[in-house]
């Protein structure tokens, strides 16, 4: 039997494959809400069952949260990891939705067919593509492709408290040769497959100023304004030319090869328009340095709120006590976590006058991700993605953060592949999320088209 007969078999049986990824999009498994644990304990069994009619072997695995699913099928060749969540957002707010998010269809929209409901794009629909890749090669052949591990879990989207726990503890189950992640998403409408994410640190500061709030009159001029404080020292984290003044910040950030920057000046990046869908149009990062640099490749520092003294309706003259604001700062491989959060500490620190005091509430962080892309199965896996969508698949990187990657590496020692067929426009977290039948239909056929090249 050959690759093409595998494919034949994909675009038969699409609509079923369709009807599938609907009955699941049908259970409402939002894992941060405890009213929704009986559903994500039913998305769980599903995918077991699903995965059992397959020719896994397949067990729900509780955890003290959500349960994970691992099946295993052995088989000769590489082994795979493949993994996927199978818990989805909050649907808040819900009166903007056009229909019930659970209440899954296809729809025909002026850019094409698209499959809409909570969690089509993040992540049920895109972890479906994989295990209809595995249905028809297993149709076509009457076996699995190769030796795989699929490992979902249930706590994706409420911060995988369960995670690390669950991989330290069956760390020798899991352990293969490589993992792949769908999760992610084409680039321009470009098959692609990232390599390198950025990490994050995140920290919450409080300045207390004086002992309660004062009259503004009877105090302002000589009692210090926290709020003025906290903003003259926030204000001057970032020099005129968009980088982060924080001593040390960049002593560990590493150079770019300029194999990777001449790669990504060739993929088209239009800055202008990508910041003109949110009504922007000037770079505000480090201005020697392209778009694609500032989004994949260098770290940055920024202020996500920032509050303190009277918000509500009308005016009250007071110098409030306290300020707050939280930050998170995006780190690039070579970055420490702790490093970071401890150089943006001592600098605070040292421009708090003594008669006010900070204090800091420290927010989990994970280290960014660097792909070993010498490996063969990522030249494997691009040359099949590039086939199965008629245009050159690239490497890219991913500005945000994907915990489980660099959990793969530092839990298990084992890199991950990831390659997401979902666009830029399928709203996730967001109402009306949706996932384009192309992408899926696609999907699943650059999967059987990528384990047909690394899975022998």
Known sequence: MTLDTVLARIDETLP???????????????????????????????????????????????????????????????????????????????NLWDRDPFDPELQDTPRGRVIRGRGASDDKGQLMTFLEACRAWKAVHGNLPGNLTIFLEGEEESGSPSLVPFMEENAAELR???????????FAGKPAIVTMLRGLAGDEVTITG???DLHSGMYGGLAMNPLRLLTRILGGMFDDQGRVTIPGFYDDVRELPDEIRAQWQGLGFDHAGFLGEVGLSLPAGEQDRTPLEMLWSRPTAEINGMWGGYQGAGSKTVIPSKAFAKLTFRLVPGMDPDKVQTLFRDWVRAQVPADCTVSFTPKAGAPASEMAVGDPAFEAARLALSEEWGQPAAFVGCGGSIPIAGHFKTVLGMDAMLIGFGRDDDQIHSPNEKYDLECFHKGIRSWARVLDRIAG
């Open 16 to 94: 079923e494959a369709v009807d599938r990824l609907l009955e699941l999009l049908r259970i409402p498994s939002v894992s941060t809400d405890p009213a929704f644990a009986e559903a994500c304990g039913e998305a769980a069994d599903w995918l077991v069952e699903d995965l059992r009619d397959l020719g896994f072997d397949a067990s729900v695995r509780p955890t003290p949260g959500h349960p994970m699913v691992v099946a295993r099928a052995k088989g000769p060749g590489k082994h795979i990891l493949f993994y996927g969540h199978y818990d989805v957002q909050p649907v808040d707010p819900l």
């Open 176 to 186: 293969a040769d490589l993992a792949l992640i769908c999760d992610t998403g084409l």
């Open 210 to 212: 004086p002992s309660k």
